[in-house]
């Protein structure tokens, strides 16, 4: 029989996979973006310094935002031990 804990934790375990994969794809999206801007990629990217600050600093925010995400709802699922 499975218990509330075990579907707590394995429901923790996947919303925190879906916040890294966000992670990553924004950071996918600015590092394209800085090669673009850098003349190491045809296609995409930002087209001046101020759009790959601002990039930079978007990602930035919602890397935090996600790893503070992910410590909530792993202590919300049991998943880190205290």
Known sequence: MVTIK?????????????FGFIIALIWKDIIVGAMKLGGLWQEGGFSDMTSLIIGLVVGLVITVVSVL???YISKWGGVVQK
């Open 6 to 18: 075990e579907i707590k934790s394995t429901i923790a375990v996947a919303i925190a996979a879906a």
């Open 69 to 71: 995400g992910i410590v």
